[in-house]
């Protein structure tokens, strides 16, 4: 069974840093896409970033130039280094990927349980 497990949330002050990684678990052929996704209180998940099997990466305008997205594809890890924190980066934050299991012709996507960011003002 596939398994995305992320970790490095926590409570930081406005202009601190963060931290962010998923390992994804189990039995699987390769990992395509990966990326991170938030859901702040009230609000729909949106994207945050998402980084190809190559190292092409993709980022929401809204954290341009404050986060990036990285990974380490012998790890099958994601990671999300986010700087220059603001209280509205406030949200909990899942890891997403599309992995295929058992053929190269057909991918699932999985998603992580969450981590909660929280941003002090």
């Known amino acids: 069974q596939v398994q995305l497990v992320e970790s490095g949330g926590g409570l930081v002050q406005a202009g601190g840093s963060l931290r962010l990684s998923c390992v994804a678990s189990?039995?699987?052929?390769?990992?395509?896409?990966m990326g991170w996704y938030r859901q702040a209180p009230g609000k729909q998940r949106e994207l945050v970033a998402t980084i190809q099997s190559g190292g092409s990466t993709n980022y929401a305008d809204s954290v341009k130039g404050r986060v990036t997205i990285s990974r380490d594809n012998a790890k099958n890890t994601v990671y999300l280094q986010m700087n220059s924190l603001k209280p509205e980066d406030t949200a909990v934050y899942y890891c997403n990927a599309e992995i295929f299991i058992m053929t190269m012709r057909v991918r699932y996507a999985y998603w992580g349980q969450g981590t909660q960011v929280t941003v002090s003002s």
């Open positions: 189990g039995r699987f052929l390769s990992i395509g896409v």
